[in-house]
């Protein structure tokens, strides 16, 4: 069993950053890669970033590359996304998530485990 909890949203200016964390419980944290989701109000939840298990290698949404960085510190059990020049686009419930495989994916059907979500709101 895995327990995930992300936290660091709020409400940010455009223009403005954030950085979410996302800590997790269980021994096998370091084995698999995680991803990261948003999802607004009557929208899908759709890919953000994702991460493999040591962390080399990364991949990040269209819309947010160059913007946002994914990264993790498997010592402490810790997956975050910097999210730098926010736009209000950006406003959603960003969810973190555990990666079936090994390998990273952008289908939320190969993530097994969410955390319950922590809003991010960007005014304009």
């Known amino acids: 069993q895995v327990q995930l909890v992300e936290s660091g949203g709020g409400l940010v200016q455009a223009g403005g950053s954030l950085r979410l964390s996302c800590a997790a419980s269980?021994?096998?944290?370091?084995?698999?890669?995680m991803g990261w989701f948003r999802q607004d109000p009557g929208k899908e939840r759709e890919f953000v970033a994702a991460i493999t298990a040591t962390g080399g290698i990364t991949d990040l949404a269209d819309s947010v590359k160059g913007r946002f960085t994914v990264s993790r510190d498997n010592a402490k059990n810790t997956v975050y996304l910097q999210m730098n020049s926010l736009k209000p686009e950006d406003t959603a419930t960003y969810y973190c998530?555990?990666?079936?495989?090994?390998?990273?994916?952008?289908?939320?059907?190969?993530?097994?485990?969410w955390g319950q979500g922590t809003q991010v709101t960007v005014s304009s």
């Open positions: 269980g021994r096998t944290f370091s084995r698999y890669p």
């Open positions: 998530a555990k990666g079936v495989y090994s390998w990273t994916t952008r289908n939320l059907h190969e993530y097994d485990y």
